[in-house]
């Protein structure tokens, strides 16, 4: 192959330097596309219909419903009882009348609580119910939370997604113009190659960026319980400040918030009234009945009797079961406030790591985008503007370029903890927090 004439090679480099400033002239909107939604608004949207139509909420809404017409249970007695009875007949005359004592006699009978016994289980009955809401209210704040960081991460996917393939479309303007320099006898080969790698290495990125985009909207869709519909995600977004209240802070608002908090003091008062109810339970309940004898005597006038009487059980076991149950309810009470004191102690814990996470996310954005980002473009111009006059390699070149999309990625991971962050806390806590103050990058 003859190699190029001089006017030809001029021509090719100048033909490369115009196509270089045409490549940064658009560079600058790799690190900013702008946003399509508001990504606050549509994440609690999805959070919001998680409750409506997630299966196990409606699971957990039937039990409430059932221990509710427990507790209308619990307040109802013992039914009443009716007998029919021929008593006091000779067994060698069978016939009414052969004997003065004989007769037939009905019997109404009803046994009577103790006072008090059926208030305390309607009570324990109640305190079931609030057990099983404040489960209810921990399962919404969980699947929300759940459906939020998903969210959250396929919009993390999603722009990285988009960062990496506006950086194929930036390598692919490099090795053109890599390919117009080798041409003239200005690069080596392996220069050309080198870009060509990287260019099919970033869209097998792609495929993973897929891959992870179809497993986080399985999880919404499964969540949310319907087929998979298309989820609208914005394209940028600003990092989430964190909050100036200490983990210890936070904690209180845990305790008074959290309904998995909530719950367990519910199991501990609950086992308390069954503690009141058990002790209660072995209190003796009395039976009262009204007879009336019907009486066919031939050797009388035959007049009717009448028979009332009370019954009561000798509760002569009553320690070892009336007892030993409240002592059992009462113990089961105390483990309930120290499973709270631990959840309690575990919360503080996770918020504090929490809290420590999304502070050096935020921190990390505001580094990159303020000071890191516009280094590395102008190091990225500087080199490449170099290496057009031939006063620098190729190596420096292809690594101001790994490197600005290395930081585009960086300053998007970033953000997005942010965001993840501020999920877990509210998660943590049971409760929204204030909004927060303007954060860092466009706004969608």
């Given at each position: 192959?003859?190699?190029?004439?001089?006017?030809?090679?001029?021509?090719?480099?100048?033909?490369?330097?115009?196509?270089?400033?045409?490549?940064?002239?658009?560079?600058?909107?790799?690190?900013?596309?702008?946003?399509?939604?508001?990504?606050?608004?549509?994440?609690?949207?999805?959070?919001?219909?998680?409750v409506s139509a997630n299966p196990s909420i409606t699971a957990m809404r039937a039990r409430i419903t059932a221990l509710e017409q427990r507790v209308r249970r619990a307040s109802?007695?013992?039914?009443?009882?009716?007998?029919?009875?021929?008593?006091?007949?000779?067994?060698?005359?069978?016939?009414?009348?052969?004997?003065?004592?004989?007769?037939?006699?009905?019997?109404?009978?009803q046994t009577f609580p103790f006072p008090g016994k059926v208030g305390l289980r309607q009570e324990v009955g109640r305190g079931r119910v609030r057990e099983t809401r404040a489960a209810l209210d921990e399962l919404a704040l969980q699947l929300r939370a759940l459906v939020k960081r998903a969210y959250y991460k396929l919009v993390l996917v999603r722009q990285l997604r988009s960062v990496t393939e506006q950086h194929v479309k930036l390598v692919d303007q490099f090795t053109d113009v890599v390919r117009i320099k080798?041409?003239?006898?200005?690069?080596?080969q392996q220069d050309y190659l080198r870009l060509q790698v990287l260019a099919q290495k970033l869209r097998d990125d792609l495929k993973n960026f897929e891959r992870d985009e179809r497993a986080l909207a399985a999880t919404i869709d499964a969540a949310l319980h319907r087929a998979r519909t298309p989820i609208v995600t914005p394209s940028s977004l600003a990092a989430?400040?964190?909050?100036?209240?200490?983990?210890?802070?936070?904690?209180?608002?845990?305790?008074?918030?959290?309904?998995?908090?909530?719950?367990?003091?519910?199991v501990s008062r609950t086992r308390r009234l069954a503690a009141r109810s058990a002790a209660r339970e072995g209190y003796p309940d009395f039976t009262a009945?009204?007879?009336?004898?019907?009486?066919?005597?031939?050797?009388?006038?035959?007049?009717?009797?009448?028979?009332?009487?009370?019954?009561?059980?000798?509760?002569?076991?009553?320690?070892?079961?009336?007892?030993?149950?409240?002592?059992?309810?009462?113990?089961?009470?105390?483990?309930?406030?120290?499973?709270?004191?631990?959840?309690?102690?575990?919360?503080?814990?996770?918020?504090?790591?929490?809290?420590?996470a999304w502070r050096r996310a935020h921190q990390k954005a505001r580094t990159y985008e303020q000071t890191l980002m516009p280094l590395a473009h102008k190091a990225l111009d500087a080199t490449f503007a170099s290496y057009q006059v031939d006063r620098t390699d190729f190596a420096a070149l292809?690594?101001?370029?790994?490197q600005l999309l290395?930081?585009?990625?960086?300053?998007?991971?970033?953000?997005?903890?942010?965001?993840?962050?501020?999920?877990?806390?509210?998660?943590?806590v049971g409760k929204a927090l204030r909004k927060a103050p303007p954060g860092l990058g466009r706004q969608p």
């Open positions: 192959m003859q190699p190029p004439t001089p006017r030809i090679s001029t021509l090719l480099l100048v033909a490369a330097a115009v196509f270089a400033a045409a490549v940064f002239a658009a560079a600058p909107a790799l690190a900013e596309p702008s946003a399509a939604a508001n990504h606050e608004q549509l994440a609690a949207a999805l959070a919001s219909r998680v109802a007695w013992p039914d009443p009882q009716v007998a029919v009875e021929y008593s006091n007949m000779p067994i060698d005359a069978w016939r009414p009348g052969t004997h003065p004592m004989a007769g037939i006699q009905f019997k109404l009978q080798y041409q003239v006898g200005k690069a080596g989430a400040a964190a909050p100036k209240a200490t983990a210890a802070k936070l904690a209180e608002l845990a305790s008074a918030h959290r309904p998995a908090l909530r719950q367990q003091t519910e009945w009204l007879g009336y004898r019907l009486r066919f005597a031939s050797t009388d006038s035959g007049t009717d009797f009448i028979g009332v009487g009370v019954s009561v059980p000798i509760p002569f076991w009553y320690k070892r079961r009336a007892g030993s149950e409240r002592h059992a309810s009462e113990a089961l009470a105390r483990a309930a406030l120290a499973d709270r004191s631990s959840a309690l102690d575990r919360i503080r814990g996770a918020l504090g790591r929490e809290l420590a292809y690594q101001a370029e790994l290395e930081f585009e990625r960086v300053i998007r991971r970033a953000r997005l903890t942010t965001w993840i962050a501020r999920v877990n806390v509210e998660a943590l």
